[in-house]
T-cell receptor
Framework: GAGVSQSPSNKVTEKGKDVELRCDPI?????LYWYRQSLGQGLEFLIY????????KSGLPSDRFSAERTGGSVSTLTIQRTQQEDSAVYLC????????????FGPGTRLTVL | GDSVTQMEGPVTLSEEAFLTINCTYT??????LFWYVQYPGEGLQLLLK?????DKGSNKGFEATYRKETTSFHLEKGSVQVSDSAVYFC????????????FGRGTSLIVHP
């Protein structure tokens, strides 16, 4: 079956521009996560959605980062006024929901800020 | 807070060599432990997991045993293949009700023919 998909696969932007990254989770998965993977670093948690509950935004590094999830499915991560330190691979993962511990990851979006 | 420490990479081995990637953790309670693998150009995928002390997770010839006394979950494989070249992440999910896992920094494995 279809896995988690992300688009675009690569994004190059200029400093100061806004970018939107998209994640399509596995159908029926109620939990959705965004992570940032920087070179030589582990996965940095950004935000977590579970069903219709308020998202856990505790990992967002600044107010330039925001995310939404429409209809409990597709999610968009928006980075405003991008900075060079935002360059990283942004990974999305989904899970069937509470009580299920495995996460299913997408291939990621590689963001390069010039 | 919770944390996961993995050995630094890259780990470079010849085909058919024995592999160990060390992972230790700090957590309250009884976390679930995981190894994820990331092949080049792909997202992470679950390799194996263990949910309680002394459990052994295994998959594709890889094994890891949940050692509460040493707070460790070392990954092992008896004979690696070139196709095992990837980045391996150790992770934990706390038993305290959080649904946000903690990941280690990842260990790159390079296997030469």
């Amino acid at each position: 079956g279809a896995g988690v998909s992300q688009s675009p696969s690569n994004k190059v932007t200029e400093k100061g521009k806004d970018v939107e990254l998209r994640c399509d989770p596995i159908s029926g998965h109620t939990a959705l996560y965004w992570y940032r993977q920087s070179l030589g670093q582990g996965l940095e948690f950004l935000i977590y959605f579970q069903g219709n509950s308020a998202p856990d935004k505790s990992g967002l590094p600044s107010d330039r980062f925001s995310a939404e999830r429409t209809g409990g499915s597709v999610s968009t991560l928006t980075i405003q006024r991008t900075q060079q330190e935002d360059s990283a691979v942004y990974l999305c993962a989904s899970s069937p929901g509470t009580g299920f511990d495995e996460q299913f990851f997408g291939p990621g979006t590689r963001l390069t800020v010039l | 807070g919770d944390s996961v420490t993995q050995m630094e990479g890259p780990v470079t081995l010849s085909e058919e060599a024995f592999l160990t990637i060390n992972c230790t953790y700090t957590a309250t309670g009884y976390p679930s432990l995981f190894w994820y693998v990331q092949y080049p150009g792909e997202g992470l995928q679950l390799l194996l997991k263990a949910t309680k002390a002394d459990d052994k997770g295994s998959n594709k010839g890889f094994e890891a045993t949940y050692r509460k006394e040493t707070t460790s979950f070392h990954l092992e494989k008896g004979s690696v293949q070139v196709s095992d070249s990837a980045v391996y992440f150790c992770a934990l999910l706390s038993s305290g009700g959080s649904y946000i896992p903690t990941f280690g920094r990842g260990t790159s494995l390079i296997v030469h023919p």
